[in-house]
C-alpha cells in the first residue's frame, strides 16, 4: 500500500475519483459526436451504438482525469460500467486505466472478482500481467483490485501472492455501503462476533506478512462510508488494513461519517465518490443542449475538478 | 430454469462441461499454429503470445463444443481464464459462448459477479443486452450467470429482473466446491443457522416468483459436489431452486457425491466438470509432441467426447 500512500501525501488528499460512466453521466452531444467515426469501424450496424458509447466513455474518462490528476491519488474505475457494453467497453476500461496511470494516477480496479483457487489465480493475472511470452505484456494496467471474501482464504491468496510479487494492492469487501449489506454482513455468530467482523480478522491475517513502510499491509479492506460506526471499530480492530471508502456523496456518506476510518494521523483511509464528481456538470445548472460536444466536456472537466476539490476540502477539515 | 431442464431433458445428461482452458490444456502445437496470424493482427509485438494463446482458446473450445453439442445440454466458459489475457481473451470469450449457443448449447457464463444495485444492473446487461441503440444488441450470448451474495438483496435484484425480462437464469455461490469454502460459509450463526444456510433461505425466497413449469426458479444455487451431506441437506431445504454443482472430477467429487443434490425424478441439479474434460487428451496416453495442429485438435475432441460420455453414465447409474 505504500505507493497510494505515498500518492496521498503528495496531493495531501485521501480521495479517489470513481470513473464510472452511464450513458445518463455523459453529455449527449458527446456521444453523438462519434457517430460517424464508429459507423465506419463496427463489424455490423447493431454494434454501433454500444461502441459509440464506449468511445464517448473514454473521451469522457480523459477529460475528468486530465482535469483532477494534479489533485487526487487515484481513481477507482468500475468495471461493470464497461463490462455493460461488451467487448468494446473492456477495451475502453483497459485504455482508461492505461491513460490514467500515464497521468501518475493509482488506479484502482474495480471488480470485485472471487473464485476458488485456481481461478482466482486466473483473475489475478490482472494484477501481474499475462504469464504467455516474456511475461511483459500487462493489458490491465491497474495498481489494485477489489475481491470479493465469500470463497475464503484459498480465493484471495492468488491475488495476495501476485500484489506481493509486483507490487500491488488487494482490497477485500467487509462491509459494503449497500442498503441490504446488512443482511448477509451484519448476521450474529455464535461466537458473539458479526460475520463482517470475522471477515476483518480475516483481512488482517491476509495481510500479515506484507505489511509496508507505513505500517499497512497490501490486502486493504472496503468499508462503506454509509457505516461510520461499524467503520470507526474496524480501524481499531483492524491497524494494518487500509480502507477503501466508498459510499461518500451521492449514496449519503459525508466528511464527518468517514472521520472514524482514519487513523490518528489521518491516514489509513481512501474515500471514493464517483457520481458526485463526474455528474456534478448535471447539477451545475450551467449545462446547455445548444453545447457543442468539446463545450459540455470542459462543463464536465470543470465542474469535476471543482467538486474534487470541494471533497478534498471537506475531508481535510475533518481530519 | 426451464430452458436449462428442456435441454437436460433432450440429452438425458445433467452435466455442464467447464470451458475453462489454460496455456497448460492446449496442445502446445495449436498454439504455435497461430503465430504467422497473430504477427500479423497485434499492434505491439508484445501482445503477440496473448493474442496467439486467446485465439488457439477459441479454436480449442470449437474443438471441444463440436465434440459433446449432441451430448451434453450445456457449457460453462470460466470468464477469468479469459481476462488473463486481457481485452484478446475477452474477444475469445463473447465468441466462444456465441459459437456453443449456434449449436444448440445453453451458455452458463462462470462470471461470478456481485456488487451494490446501480453497478449490478451494469452487470446484469451481460443478461438482457446493451441497452445503447434498439437495445437489440447482445455482446455476451449467454444464458446465465453465476454470482456472489456477500452484498444482499439489492446486489441481487437487478441480475433476477434482468433475467425475468430476457427469459434466462442465474446461480448463486452458496455452498462452494473449494477447501477454504468453509472459513465464511459454514460459520455457526447465532440462530443456529449455518452462513450458507442462511444464504440459501434467501436464495430460495429471491426465486419465489419466477417459478417455471418444472417448479424450478430462475434463481439457481451453485452447491460443491465436494459437499455431498450439505449438498443434500440443501436439496431439502430448497425446493424450488436448481442446482449448480461444479467440483466433480478433478476437485473429487463422484458420481455417488452428487446423487443427493438431485430430487426424486433425477431433476433439480446439473454438475460440471471442466478439467476432467477438456483435459483428457493429457491422461489419454495417446498425445504426441509430433502431432500436427489439427491431430492434436482431434485427440482433444474425441477425448472430451468419451470423457463427456462416462460423465453422462456415471451419472445416469445413480440417478
Request: charged share 20%.
Amino acid at each position: 500500500m505504500d505507493r497510494l500512500i505515498a500518492a496521498i501525501n503528495a496531493t495531501q488528499n485521501p480521495s479517489v475519483v470513481g470513473l464510472d460512466p452511464t450513458e445518463a453521466l455523459v453529455p449527449p452531444q458527446v456521444v453523438a459526436s462519434f457517430a460517424d467515426e464508429v459507423r465506419d469501424s463496427v463489424e455490423t450496424p447493431e454494434e454501433a451504438p454500444a461502441a459509440q458509447l464506449a468511445v464517448a466513455y473514454f473521451e469522457f474518462n480523459r477529460a475528468v482525469i486530465d482535469a483532477v490528476a494534479d489533485i487526487v491519488p487515484a481513481v477507482k474505475p468500475q468495471i461493470a460500467m464497461y463490462e455493460a457494453l461488451g467487448p468494446a467497453g473492456i477495451d475502453v476500461y483497459t485504455m482508461t486505466c492505461e491513460y490514467a496511470r500515464q497521468q501518475g494516477l493509482y488506479v484502482l480496479a474495480d471488480v470485485k472478482r472471487g473464485d476458488i483457487g485456481s481461478t482466482a489465480a486466473a483473475y489475478a493475472h490482472m494484477l501481474s500481467g499475462v504469464a504467455a511470452g516474456d511475461g511483459s505484456y500487462d493489458p490491465w494496467n491497474i495498481d489494485a483490485v477489489t475481491v470479493n471474501p465469500y470463497l475464503g482464504t484459498d480465493g484471495i491468496t492468488p491475488f495476495v501472492d501476485a500484489a506481493k510479487s509486483s507490487d500491488k494492492d488487494v482490497f477485500v469487501l467487509v462491509r459494503t455501503s449497500n442498503p441490504s449489506s446488512s443482511e448477509l454482513q451484519m448476521l450474529d455468530l455464535a461466537d458473539g462476533k458479526k460475520v463482517y467482523e470475522h471477515v476483518a480478522d480475516l483481512v488482517e491475517g491476509w495481510g500479515a506478512d506484507s505489511i509496508g513502510s507505513h505500517g499497512y499491509s497490501r490486502v486493504g479492506a472496503v468499508v462503506g462510508a454509509t457505516h461510520p460506526e461499524e467503520g470507526a471499530a474496524l480501524r481499531a480492530r483492524m491497524p494494518h488494513t487500509f480502507f477503501l471508502v466508498p459510499g461518500y456523496g451521492a449514496q449519503g456518506g459525508t466528511a464527518a461519517d468517514v472521520r472514524g476510518m482514519f487513523d490518528r494521523d489521518g491516514s489509513g483511509a481512501i474515500v471514493n465518490s464517483s457520481r458526485g464528481i463526474i455528474g456534478a456538470w448535471k447539477k451545475s445548472g450551467e449545462y446547455r443542449e445548444s453545447m457543442s460536444a468539446d463545450e459540455a466536456l470542459e462543463l464536465v472537466a470543470s465542474t469535476a475538478r471543482e467538486a474534487a476539490i470541494d471533497m478534498r476540502d471537506n475531508l481535510r477539515m475533518v481530519l
